[in-house]
C-alpha cells in the first residue's frame, strides 16, 4: 500500500502535452496560471469526493425536462437562469437548487441528469466519483424513492460501461428536516444497501446540528455503511469536532472552518479524516470573501488529508478542472501539491484496495511521465 502521508515526489520531471487541450480558466485567473501547470491539472486522474448530482442540474437540461414533464421554472430562459445565480449565502442557493428540482420527475430523468454528469466528468478525466444525491427532496413531492435511486444507478451503470468511471453512491440526509424523516429515508433505502456505500449530511447547517442525527447515522452503520457529512462550512470549527463526536464519519464534507483551530486541525490529521473542499463553493456562498481565503495551504501545512471537488458545478461555474485551475492560481499550488492532493483523494475514497491501486498507477503514469 502506498504511503498516503507521502508529501511529494522528489524527482519527478513533467510529461508535457502534445495535443492543445481547451481549459475553463476563469479569465480573471488565465494570466498568472502555468499553461504546463493547467496541463497536467488536466490530464491527471481525478477523484471527485464531494459532488450532488442535483447540483449538476444545468440549466439546459432543466429547461427540457420542464418542458417534458410539465413543470414551469421561475425563469424567462436559460440564460436568465444561469444570470440569477448570485448568491447571498448557503440558504439563498439552496432556495434555488431545491426548487429547480421539481423537473425531475421519472426514473428516465434521474438517468439523465446522472450520464450528462459522467458524461462533463469524462471529458476532465475524472476516473472515479462518489455522488450524493438528497432522496428527501424528490420523496417530499412524491417521487418514489426507487425512481430516484433507479434512474441514479441506471445512469452510473452507463457512465461505468462508456467512459470506465467508477463510482461509490452516498445517500444523503438533509438536516433541516427531521431525524424521524431521515430514518424513513434509511429504511425506504434498505432494499438497495449493496447499492450504497455511505450515507451523507447536507443543507443547512446552522440550526441543525449533528447530533440530531446521531441515532440515523449508527442505524446506517450497522446497516453496514460508512459515513461522511457537510460541517465546517457555515458553521465553526467546533461543528466539525461535534460531527466527528457524535455521527462518527470518515471524511468531513467542506471543513475549512477547522483550520480556524489548530487543536482541531491536529485531531483530523491524526484521524485521518479527509476533508473535501469545494473552492468554487466557498466564494460562490461567500463562506470566504475570496479564493486567496481558502485554508487549503493551512490545511495541507497542518497535515490534513485534504481535496479538491466541485460541490454543484452547474450553480457555482465550473466542474472540477476549474476548481483546481483557480485554487491553484489563488494559492500557486505546485505539481507537488496537486500530487499530494491526488494521493489524498485516492486515499481519502471508499474505493476498494484493488481500485485505488488502479488509480494510484493512473496517478503515477502521469506524474512520472518523461
Ligand atoms: C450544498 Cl454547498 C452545500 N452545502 C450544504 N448542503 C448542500 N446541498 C447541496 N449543496
Ligand atoms: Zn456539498
Redesign the pocket.
Known sequence: MWNTRMKGFAGRTLRTSIVPTEVPVSPEIAHVLDPELVDLITRMPKVELHV?LE?TLEPEIAFRLAEKNGVSLPYASVDAMRAAYDFAD?QS??DV?YAACAVLVTRDDFRELTLAYLRRAHAENIRHIEPFF?PQTHTERGVPFDTVIGGILDGLADGQREFGITSCLILSFLRHLSAESASATLAAAEPWLGKLVAVGL??T?LGNPPERFAEVFARARALGLLGVA?AG?EGDASFVTRTLDSLHVARIDHGVRAAENPLVMRRLAENDVTLTV?PN?NVR?RVVTDLSRVPLRTLLDAGVAVTVNS??PAYFGGYIIENFTNISAALGLTPDDLYQLSVYAIGGSFADTHRKLELMDELESVFDGA
Open positions: 450532488h447540483g448557503l442557493f439552496l437548487y438528497d447536507d443543507s447547517e457537510h462550512e469545494c463553493s456562498l460541490d454543484d
